[in-house]
Nanobody, 117 residues
């Protein structure tokens, strides 16, 4: 499975961005999908997950929306009311449905989101 993110950029506080992740390859092997982010000097953190339901980190709840289009093999992250503390590299993540598909999650290369104050 290959994951490619797009949609990052430089925006001002209060603006919106929509990140996209395109999955290709053995997409039938994908179970849950998620967005992570990593700010400079910090550990990578979970932002949102989608599978049968959704989960959001407290820091983005009410501002970000994760969605998935299985037919198009796409994952999205709609980010509204962006704050400078949302500045990070955002990574698309996919979990394998079983170990026959993969022992490890798949990751995209990341897309930079920078929010200026």
């Amino acid at each position: 499975v290959q994951l490619v993110e797009s949609g990052g950029g430089l925006v001002q506080a209060g603006d919106s961005l929509r990140l996209s992740c395109t999955a290709s390859g053995d997409t039938i092997c994908i179970d849950a999908m998620a967005w992570y982010r990593q700010a400079p000097g910090k550990e990578r953190e979970l932002v949102a997950v989608v599978n049968f339901g959704t989960y959001y980190a407290d820091s983005v709840k009410g501002r970000f929306t994760i969605s998935r289009d299985k037919a198009k093999n796409m994952l999205y992250l709609q980010m509204n009311s962006l704050k400078p503390e949302d500045t990070a590299v955002y990574y698309c993540n996919a979990a394998p449905i079983d170990r026959d598909c993969s022992r490890d999650d798949w990751w995209g290369q990341g897309t930079q989101v920078t929010v200026s104050s």
